[in-house]
Nanobody, 130 residues
Framework: QVQLVESGGGLAQAGASLRLSCIAS????????TAWFRQTPEKEREFVAA????????SYADSVKGRFTISKDYDNNTLFLEMNSLKPDDTAVYYC???????????????????????WGRGTLVNVSS
């Protein structure tokens, strides 16, 4: 069973930066984390950013484009989310996710749909004050 553990969340003021990390353990071969989602009590889980498993193609939600950057370090089984110019609307629990697929094409593009992901971390809370 792949396990994902997020860290780096916390309290930040608007305009500040935070860097989230997601470390994978267990049978991670072909199951590295590739995406970040977030959720608040008022909203369903929403896509934030994803990176392709092969290469470095990325995709971002419009609300974070230009402010957030997703990156990966698979030598250390780690996924990152650099968050700059934080806004109160970014307040949420952030989850990283990993998928498993028998289709090689799925590894070449960033997957942006939550239902494509099989493994999820427990989340890290980001709280941005105005």
């Amino acid at each position: 069973q792949v396990q994902l553990v997020e860290s780096g969340g916390g309290l930040a003021q608007a305009g500040a930066s935070l860097r989230l990390s997601c470390i994978a353990s267990g049978p991670t071969a072909n199951n590295y984390p590739t995406a970040w989602f977030r959720q608040t009590p008022e909203k369903e889980r929403e896509f934030v950013a994803a990176v392709s498993w092969v290469g470095d193609s990325t995709s971002y939600a419009d609300s974070v484009k230009g402010r957030f950057t997703i990156s990966k370090d698979y030598d250390n089984n780690t996924l990152f989310l650099e968050m700059n110019s934080l806004k109160p609307d970014d307040t949420a629990v952030y989850y990283c996710a990993a998928f498993s697929s028998g289709n090689y094409d799925d590894y070449r593009v960033p997957l942006v749909v939550a239902s494509r992901y099989k493994y999820w971390g427990r989340g890290t809370l980001v709280n941005v004050s105005s």
